[in-house]
């Protein structure tokens, strides 16, 4: 993922990291030796970095946003028997169900099947799932607008006055979006996690094992956080601003 957006942030030593795992029988364990800490250390901060700038980029979540609409749309429209070009049966209409996929068929998912039921579905008789679709394919992506950490219902309720008196279906065109549906969410943590996914150094002088947090300063250092935001689309983008910002100052 570093790579192929050019962001220097997911880069580490994995072959250092590889090079100092170890088995501890005795606990039914892999642990790292300590001359792996600081490896493991830069790939802790990697995945936070790259969680932040990349994963969580705004264009990238507006983007996850539209398709989310346009394929619950597309759902939609088949459980009603309303959508023109569908191929029942393919793989991909049995994910958009839910329906169970061998890994096999699962393998054979590539971006090419979206892109070609998107531009489908940019000419079907359904106005909402036609506007979603051509706005993926054309980029005219939703504006992603970051929220307080708790709004109250009220705000929710002029939000949807907004959407609906611009002629928006506040079902498809008011996305909530939140950071910790993302994979990989947040920071390392050691609470309330199976202590087999835990990550253990050895360290001191009798080569005592314990968990990193324990002894990395990095570690602690790198906080939790939360972030909220809303997508809408770009046409009532300015207005749901201000409506967020009044709603902070009357907080």
């Not at 314990?210 to 046409?235: K, L, N, Q």
Request: net charge negative; charged share 30%.
């Amino acid at each position: 993922d570093s790579l192929m957006t050019g962001a220097k942030y997911g880069i580490y030593d994995l072959e250092w990291v590889l090079h100092a795992l170890r088995i501890d029988e005795l606990d039914d364990r892999i642990y790292v030796e300590s001359k792996g800490l600081y490896a493991v250390e830069e790939y802790l901060q990697a995945r936070y970095y790259m969680f932040r700038q990349v994963y969580f980029h705004r264009t990238l979540r507006s983007a996850e946003a539209v398709l989310i609409s346009a394929l619950n749309r597309a759902r939609t429209l088949i459980e009603r028997g309303e959508l023109n070009f569908r191929m029942a049966g393919s793989v991909f209409e049995k994910m958009l169900m839910a329906e169970e996929v061998t890994t096999t068929e699962y393998l054979q998912l590539d971006d090419t099947d979206v892109m070609f039921r998107l531009k489908e579905w940019s000419r079907d008789a359904d106005e909402i799932l036609a506007d979603l679709a051509t706005r993926l394919i054309h980029r005219r992506l939703f504006k992603a607008i970051d929220l307080a950490e708790d709004v109250p219902e009220s705000f929710w309720e002029s939000a949807n006055a907004i959407v609906r008196l611009a002629g928006f279906d506040p079902q498809y065109y008011l996305i909530m979006d939140r950071a910790s549906d993302v994979p990989y969410y947040g920071d390392y943590s050691p609470v309330g996690v199976d202590p087999k996914s835990l990550i253990y150094i050895e360290t001191g002088p009798q080569s005592s094992i314990r968990e990193i947090s324990e002894i990395s300063d990095v570690v602690r250092g790198m906080r939790g956080y939360r972030i909220d935001r809303v997508c809408v689309p770009v046409e009532i983008a300015d207005e749901m601003s201000l409506l967020i910002n009044a709603q902070a100052w009357q907080s």
